[in-house]
Structure formats: C-alpha cells, structure tokens
C-alpha cells in the first residue's frame, strides 16, 4: 500500500497543520544555543494519544540541525560532535535513572552499525562503526566516565541486512546480548525524510530504538526496549526520501494550482468535490507499485554518509571517553 | 531547467507515438534469438533530423534486454556476455572499416571505466574495471584475435569524478591518449532511464561515445569521437530514473485521470484549454529546482551494479581473449 | 615465544621426517583424479597420539592443490569448485551421519566468514560472504537437496574482528546459535602456511572448526564443535606465512651450509656440539619479538583472495543448491 | 638479484657506521622542538659521490618520527598534520624560489595517490585522495595564500597500478601534465623500510620524486621532475618490509653470534675466512628468490594506514587552504 513515510518525528510533527499545531499527547521545544548554527528541537511523544497521532512510540525524539552539516568544515562538525555528545550523555542520565542501574558499576554499551554498507545512502552506520573505538576487547573499563564518574565499555557489531545474512538483525543483536549481556544499545541507522530538504542536515537522537519498517530500503530492522529487554538509543540520519514522498508531495501542489486555476475560472466547485481522503485515494492509483520499494538521494550522497559518519563516532568518543569539562554543556 | 532526461536511444524512440512511432532519420529494428530470452533492439540515428528529433548524435544504439539481468544466475549470465561479446566484435569489425585501421596490426583498445566508485548505482564502470584482465603490460599482444585474426592489446582507467579530481574526465582521459595512443576506446557508465523497469535489465552498447550531461548525477563526463579523435564505443546499464521523469509521470496520469473525471461531470472542456505546452509549463513549476539533482534507485542496486559488472568485464574477455568457435554468432 | 606456525595439517604432516614419514595415531591418503590437475591429500588424525605429534585436533584434514588456484582461468576455477562441492557434501553426509540429524530434516548451514575485511590477505572469510546466496531469509527451504534429499537453509554472518567489535568471534557466533539454532557452520578463514610455495595455491577443508590463534594476526578465533555444541566445518586458503618461519628457515639452511662448509676444512666436529634443542634456542633468541606478530605475503595477495573467494562461494553454491548429476563426482 | 632496499633515506645514512658516520656528499642534521614529541631528521645529499654512496638522487629528504604516529590520539595527529603543513610550505617556498615562478600567479598542485587501493599496505596514496579537497573543478582559485600570498590550485589523481591499467604510472601522469599543465606535483605512496620499527612511525618528505622501483610490491612507478619536466615533492610511509631484509638481519646476527660462539672455542679463525663479500653471498644463496617479491607487514596495518592517510591528507589542506597564523611554524 501507499505510504508517506517519515523517520522523523520532527517531519511527523510538522505535518499537523490545524490547532495552531497543538497535538494532543505531543509536546515539542525549539532552541538555539547562543553563537550556534545548530537549531535543537525536541519532540515528546507521551501518552497513547500521541501515538497514534504521530505514528511512533512514546519516548523523546532529538533534532539537530544545520545546513552546513553535510558540508566539509572541520571546526563546524566538531561543533556538532560536542552537541551531540553533550545529548547523548543527558540521555545516558536519564536511562541510567529510570533504569536504576547502580552507580558506580561500569556501563556497558554496544553500538549497532545498521544497514547495508555496499549501498551508499544506506552506509551510515557501518560508517560511524568502522571509525569506532571500541574498548571491550581491552579488558579494563579504564575509560573516562561517561557523566557520574562510572567507567563505560564500549562493544560494537556491524550485523548486515538480511538479503546478505539470511537472518532478523534483532535475531543478531539478541544473540550477542544473550552472549555478552550489555546495559543498553546504541543503533545507527540512515533514515527515511519527508523532504529532500533534510537530507544530510539533521541528526535525530532517540530513546525508542529503531522501529520496524524504518530506514533506507525498508529493512525490517527492529530494535526497541520491548523486543530486547535493555535500553536502546537510535542515533539517524535522513539520507533518501521514499519516491512516494516527492510524488505525492508535486501531486497535491499540482491540485492546488489546478484548483486555484479552476476557481479563477468559476469551476472552483469541483474540488470541493474531491475531498482529502478521495484526493489520497486518487494519488494512490496513480502511484505504481514499484515505487513502494524505490527512494531518492542525491548524488553526492557519499560525502555526506563519510563526514556524518565521522562525526557521529567522534560524538560518541566524547561521549564516552572524555571528561566533560564544561558543565553547561549539559543545560538546554 | 527542468529536463526528463533518458540515456536509452529505445525509450527516446518509445517517446513517439504518432505516425506510427516512425521518425524521420531513425531506423529500427527488433529481433530475438531462437531459444533466447534476450530481445534485442537496434535504433539507427541516420541524419540531422534524426538526431534532432531523439536528441541524440547519429550513430548506432544496440539494447540488449531482459527481466532476469539483475538476477543471480550463472548460465544466463554467460548467455548475456556471449551475446555482448558477438555484438561487441561486429562493430568493431564496422569501426576497423570504416577507420582503415590496417589489418594484422594490433588494435590497442583503452577501456574507461566512467563514474563514482563510491555511490553505488554510479560505480557500474569502476566495478567493471575491477575485473577487467588488462595485458597492454605484459608488453606482448598474444591474446587470441577480436574477429579477424589481429591481436588485440588491452589497457584500463578508472578516471574518477570531477568532484574528486578537480578535472573533466575528458581531459584525463585525453592526456592517457595523448601518452598511450590507443585506437580505440571501451566506456562503460551506469545511465539514466526514463522507466524504472529498465533498471538493471537493459544493456545499452553504442558507437557514439558518451554524450556530455549523460549518466548518474549528471557528471559532465564527455567522450566522443569528435572531441577526442579516435571512435568511442560506449557500454552502459540504466540504474537510476531522474526524480523529475517519475513525478512527470504521475502527474501526466493525473491529469489525465483528472480530465475524464470532469468530463464525467461535464467540465471536460476546461481541460481542452491546457494544451501540451501548458501542462508541460505547469508541471515544470511545481517541480522543484533540487529535483535535478536527485535520482531515484531501488534499494537492492548494489546487487544489481555487481552482477552486471561482471557481466560486461566477462562480456569484454570474451570478445577480445576468445576464438569465436560459432562464426553464427555474428549473425543477426 | 618463538613458534613457527602453520594452519595446514599437510605442512604439519611433511614436518616429520623420521620413520618413513610415519606418525602414530596419523594416516595419509594421496590421490589426483584422471583428468584434473588438483592433487588431493587427505591428513587424518586418528588418537592422542596424533593429536600430540601434529599438534591438532583429531579429525580429517582435506588438502586441494593446485598451481594455478590463484591464477585467471574460469574454466579452472570452476574445476576447483566442483571438487570442494563434492568434498563438502561427502562430508556433511558424514556429519549427518555421526550426529544422527533425521533424514528429511531441512538442514540449517550458517556460513561464518572471518577475518577482518580491511586488511587483503585476511579478507578472505568477507569476501566469501559477500558472494554467497543465502535463503534462510526467504522463508522456504526450497532449494535443491544436498545430496540425500533433505532440503538446506543457508544463513551467514561476516563477525569481524575483536580490535573492531571488542568481542570474541566465539562469542558472537555463539549468540546467533542460540537465537537461531543452526545445525551446522562452515567457518571461512584466511590460513597461515609454512612456506611461501602453498600462498593461494592450496584449499584445506576439515571437520575440526578454528582453533584458536589460528589464522591471519593470530586472532582469537575459535569455533569449534566442543565450544559451541555442533559440528564446524572450515575452509581455509593460506594467504600469509608467519615472517618467524621464513627467518627460521633460512637459518637452519645457513647452519647446514655452515656445517658443510667446516666439515670440509676439518672442523665439523664443532656443529655436533650444536644438537637440534640448541640450535633451535639459538635462533629463537636471534628472532626479534616483534616477528610473531608480522606476516609475509605476496604484493597480488588482493587478485588471489578475490579470485578464491569466488570459488568458494560457488563451491558452496553448487553443494548446495544445485543437483549432483554426477553420482561418480562422490566416489574418490 | 638480492637487495636490502630501503625507501628511506635515513636509513640508508644509518647503515654507514665508519668515520664517524660522516658520508662525503650527504649532510645531516636532527631537530627535535620544544614541547613535540617529534623528531625531525634532514638528510641532504649534495653531490654524486653523495648520490652514489646512497644510492639515492640528490635532493632533501626530510624525516618526521614519532612512536605514537600510528596511534589513535586526534590531538596528536593535528600536531603532526600542522608540522607536515609547515615543512611542504618551506619546501613549496624553496621550489618556487628555485623555478622562478612569477609571484602573484596561481600555483596548481597535481596530487597523485600512488599504490594499490585493494592492498592494504599499498593503500596510503589512494587513501589520502579519498579525503582530499580538491578545488580546480570550482574554477576559482579562491583558496588562502600556501605561504607568500599566492591562491592555489588543487587537482587530484589516484592512477592505478599497471597489473590493472597496463600502463605505467608515468604514462598516466605524464598525459594528465600535459592536458592540465600543474606546476608541480605531490606524490603519495606506501614505502618500505629496512627496520620493522619504522612501520607506521615515520613520514618521509622529499623534492627528489619517486624512484623507479620504490614503494610497496616494486611498482615500477617513476615520477621525477627530469622524467616529467616539473617538481615532484614526495610524502611517503613506510608500511612494509622487505622480506629479504628481515632474513639478512637475523643471519647477520647468527653469524656474529657463531663467530663469538666459535671464538671462545678456540676457533675463531674459522669466521676470518669468511670476509663481508663472502658472508653477502652466502645469505644470498639462502635467500629464496621469490623473497623479493614478499613483504612482511603487521596485521594491524589497516588502522595505521587509515589514520595516517588523514593525517597526510589534513597536512596538506592546512598548507593549502588555510593562512599560517603563527610565523614561527616555519623557523626550525
């Protein structure tokens, strides 16, 4: 069937026109650090309400943008990789809270690197994996402490797609939980935008994990607190947006203008007539199957995956391994 | 400027549809072996208004199609590579005549490998020089006659993108010929279609070398005859559809979806008065300047770009490093 | 410690001089089918007392060799992988055998593929891997019987390397077991040989699984069945020579010279005051410590681990997913 | 024939131990400054008896060491960019000076990534590239001054190897010089070192070019301002070892051991028969010849050819792209 898709909760909130934007359930914040280029905006999903309103789990949902974020600025993407590390650690926080993990005791963190990394725009997070420090291996927790003077160890796994494994990445992942029992799981994926707008601009950071039917290519990646049991972070970057996505956005402007067109003409009566569900419904058909399966990116994708990529892990670095010596790093 | 731009001489011709699909200076014909899944279809470009009409150079545009190419299948594999080797042999056969290319001595043959090999569907040349068996080196021509009993001396180049190099191709590949003096030039490139069903199932083999604005992303890749002084054989394999053919697709169905619709209702006279041009002009407005850029692929190119790679390099051994055992191969 | 390596038990086997080449608890089977060009060794290790001698575990050690195993020459590599076809499923008939799996039963093969991919001569395992067709992910076993009629489920995983992922090969292996209950692995590994003459010119198949510090790096690989609980099949090529044995073999060969050297000018009394315990500490202490951890390996290792990573994946194919139509093929 | 080769005209000096180490023709002078880890050696040679004493053409090879070079540590690998940066500007300053370009001109730099990308070890050049800016493709030569206020102009190559072009490297540069005409060129490529110790800890820059049979697996690259008409600045790591190079030390040292071993018996004459010549052919005979075409390198050269390419690649955008806000970078 026809789907609008989004792995953005920020793009799902947007799409809410009426109400002066209010959604029941949701609550959103917007913010921008004095001297920075990066716009935060933090979508709250937090009752049944919302849920279903935005199609996505309860849970916080973490924007960061930037225009310049795919470009080559060495100094701007260090900017991003503080930010995101600085969130990351809140994050950490409050899990750790909720989870009443005893303080004190080493976290152990395993970084999933999803998706196909023999298609490009699907190589993000094998990207950020191959750039990763891991710290398992050394058998000493001597790590820096993530934010409460608790050392951290660092595992990582890169599990393939499945047309290449044959097997669920959540059957790969539960498996080396089963076998190395982490306290939580940090996932990279590529994702899925509504508007070619975000590609490469923005990165997403969640508490619900990676959905079903979410990223490029439809993966059936699935790695949430309830199918898994710990806490799993989702760190995302759009890097396509489904053909269905730009189709049907041209095919409701072209609507539009023909309406508007018609009016000026005194046959505005029609489109009256067509009301959003038949206008849906006529997209559809006009939709062909394939396009389902199809996505869009654009050609110099690869820069943005190996920079994003680049600065993902070292916002994870800092994260983990360094002490933060600003503390208002950490106020909003 | 909005352009619903395709690689494929066969889908500019499938473009005309009245006079009974004939154009003036364009010949076809169509044909497929007995026992054979593959169908094979020749658009001649014979004069100017020919070239005017498709909008491409005079020359020959051979498309050898078929459902199965992407697939995994060993044997159909060969059967496309024998099929690319026999047409490969003929025209060359056709340059070295038209060339005066004096026979017995050896024909030094420069493959090119076109595109990005970092972005999947544009790394279809890159891939097919990875597994291109070269012998210019070993300073002997002792490989087996092309198809009249000269040897052949093979040489390769992965010339990069412009991004990376900060040169056109065409002045690397240039200087190459400058050094090397080759009698001939091998391009292989992934192309643009206008179908989505030409993905990975059509393999386009021309005598017209590659046309400025052609292949993914619109690199400014250009190698012809014209430009370079020596014929350019050119071999490419449709792996993205621009964003902008997919949304003037559906929007052309629209409208006529549209248009019946009214006319149901009586009010099919309004759409009478959106003649062509104008419908053009609409659709070219609510298509959005970023399209151009963007190109549409499905998730499992990688797979696709891989096979058919070994394809052609298998389909190039065998013109050049083989007996023709079956002389009714060069039959049509 | 000095220690002069070696994965191939035929290596192991021609180390014993004595006694005719015999070893106790160690029985040896040479053969060449008419018409091939492949020498088959066989090396079975039958007690502890073999076990002790060879310094590996019982079982059977299967050696393919031949010359041009790296070379170009489809037809050849074709060859080869036909013979390990047939081997494997000689072998799985006899895993199935001894572990009374129930006839009818579809058998369930996860392909482990180690090695790091980054580093060529230990890409070996990935590149396999990347090859290979699996089909557990499609929900039906409806592939071609392995040779008894039973049908076959084939799932794989590429584990990387502990420096990437801070976890034991076991470990992760071990997690897929219990998540999705194979019956059987083939595990794919880059070897360390004794001498530079077996680099990509030898394929060695066994029954006994990895051993730890076996292969390329000396990783921390061990899969055996005694770890994990079902059989493990392995396939090896030998990519690398550890850099301590070449050294120690051009030494014992100076000590020779030496030796000959002096005998003739009336001083071979002194090198028998050099028994086989001394000599062998005298070279240990001339071999620097960092020589355990440096390997040699030709400079076109990347055109044999491509090309035989090819020919084991097809060899794999072809067990499993094609017909024998060739019962003689078995018999040996 | 037998050769102990070294890329690495420091080690080469250090072969020479009589007179005090002096070589008539070769100047030499080490620098270490305040707070750096780094040490910085310059070997001149001056004349042609230095030339033939070292094997080596005349020109300034400058050498930066550091044990951690290899390491992961981002504040040091910005020390050892910055301090590249500086020495390619001074050496830039001097070339310029020496070929009278006219000040005020446009300075185009052609780099070319040497090596190999599918072997590892060969992979620096190729490596480097892939994280190049390059900025001739923007028509605007708008880069910061290199060091006199001058704009700068970056293109970039990665040539290939002739096993997969079939032509030589000098063919390809040479055609790209004479398309493009760059006033000068860079040089990227894999090295090979006499002492392991150097693997991975060592950048070596210099004004001679590339020498035909240097670099990793003895590419018959060449690129020299005599064969090419304009200056080949080369930066180099050493990243493999000869395997004949590692034999001859360890039999140098047994035959000393041997020699003291024999002496305290009472027969040390034995080894006074057995002058220098004798000795180097005697290892030579026990050197295999296929030992020339081996390399020994560590199973982790994959990281220390991953950070040192970005190393390298970040040296020369801060020599190129960005103005020397601190004058005394330059004073030594």
Redesign the interface.
């Given at each position: 069937m026809f789907e609008i898709r989004t792995d953005l909760a920020v793009e799902e909130k947007e799409g809410f026109q009426g109400n002066g934007g209010e959604i029941s359930g949701v609550s959103l914040r917007e913010w921008r650090k004095a001297s920075s280029s990066i716009k935060m905006t933090e979508v709250k999903i937090l009752d049944e309400a919302g849920e279903r309103a935005m199609g996505k789990p309860r849970g916080t949902y973490l924007t960061m943008e930037a225009k310049q974020m795919g470009r080559?600025d060495e100094g701007y993407h260090r900017e991003v990789s503080k930010e995101l590390a600085s969130q990351l650690r809140r994050m950490i926080k409050g899990l750790r809270k909720r989870h009443a993990l005893p303080a004190g005791d080493p976290l152990h963190v395993l970084v999933v690197g999803l998706g196909?990394p023999?298609?490009?725009p699907?190589a993000l997070g094998p990207g950020v994996?191959?750039n990763?420090?891991?710290?398992?291996?050394l058998r000493a927790a001597s790590s820096l402490p993530p934010d409460d003077g608790e050392p951290v160890?660092?595992?990582?796994?890169?599990p393939?797609v499945?047309?290449?494994?044959?097997?669920e990445t959540a059957?790969?992942v539960?498996?080396?939980?089963?076998?190395?029992a982490p306290d939580m799981i940090i996932a990279i994926d590529a994702l899925a935008a509504r508007s070619?707008?975000r590609l490469g601009t923005t990165i997403q950071l969640t508490d619900t994990g990676i959905q079903p039917g979410s990223g490029?290519?439809?993966h059936r990646h699935s790695l949430t607190e309830a199918g898994l049991g710990i806490p799993v972070l989702a760190i995302g970057v759009p890097t396509v947006v489904g053909?269905a996505a730009?189709?049907h956005d041209?095919?409701s402007?072209?609507i539009g203008?023909?309406w508007s067109h018609?009016e000026t003409?005194g046959?505005g009566d029609?489109m009256d007539e067509l009301p959003p569900d038949e206008q849906y419904q006529?997209?559809s058909?006009?939709?062909?199957p394939?396009?389902g399966?199809?996505?869009?990116?654009?050609?110099?994708?690869?820069?943005t995956v190996?920079r994003l990529g680049y600065t993902i892990s070292e916002g994870i670095h800092l994260a983990f391994y360094e002490n933060p010596q600003d503390e208002e790093e950490y106020g909003i």
């Open positions: 080559e196909n023999s298609v490009t699907d994996l191959g990763l420090r891991v710290n398992r291996n160890i660092i595992s990582g796994i890169i393939g499945m047309a290449q494994t044959g097997m059957e790969i539960g498996g080396i939980l089963y076998e190395t070619i707008r490029v290519g439809n053909a730009i189709v041209t095919v402007a072209l203008t023909l018609m003409k046959m029609y006529l997209i058909e006009l939709l062909e394939e396009f399966q199809l996505y869009v990116t654009p050609p110099d994708i690869d820069q190996k």
